[in-house]
């Protein structure tokens, strides 16, 4: 990480937004994080980016099989500009991958499931690690495979007719309520590293001035000619 670029971008922005990424930054969390698998309701994607943005969730991962992940501008509102979007669509059957590549990456799996009779949403223990939480498509739900991978499952409690909430609806209760839990939490390390927080910054910088990347090329060419031997 160049900690000079990230200075030097920074002032191509007004100091009260430098310091609005920074404060938001202190709030981010890769400690939970959500993985949204063949969702094909837009508005439903959509509600899920802009509740994990609110809340401080940095980074979503996307299973594509059936269905192409899509968004509603209207709803989502910018969300994915500020957040870590991994996407897994090169096979057919993507939802291999990414319990892999998360399971490698120290994430328990957590399939959230209205059938299963594992945990309630107040039972879930947070301090036994970092967490990925497993959204399924909209009718279907989970797929066998995450059924079959999952480490955990847990489910919020209904007391209505209706067997369960709407995707978006469900997501927010649940992630609310854990990252509530996470930030009043004495011992869970939930916040980004440091080199963490000055990558995101660099992303968020470049996203946010124009011309950023003309203006990259002109800082190394300037920095690699200060240097250079004459």
Known sequence: MDYNLVQYLSSFITKERFELFCKILDHRTRYLTVVLEDIYQPQNASAVLRTCDCLGIQDVHIIENKNKFELNPKIE????????????????????????????????????????????????????????????????GISEIIKNEADEYFKIPMFGFTESFNLSVSAAIILFNL????????????????????SILLTWLKKSIKSSALIEKEYFKTTHNKFKKP
């Open 77 to 140: 509102l910018g969300a994915s500009k500020w957040l870590t979007i991994n996407k897994y669509d090169k096979n057919k059957n993507n939802t291999l991958e990414a319990i892999k590549t998360l399971k490698n990456n120290g994430y328990r799996i957590v399939a959230t499931s209205p059938h299963s009779d594992n945990f309630t949403l107040e039972e879930f223990d947070l301090t036994k690690g970092k967490t990925a939480l497993i959204f399924g498509s909209e009718l279907p």
């Open 179 to 198: 990252t509530m839990k996470l930030r009043e939490s004495k011992s869970i390390n939930w916040r980004l590293t440091k080199d963490e927080e000055e």
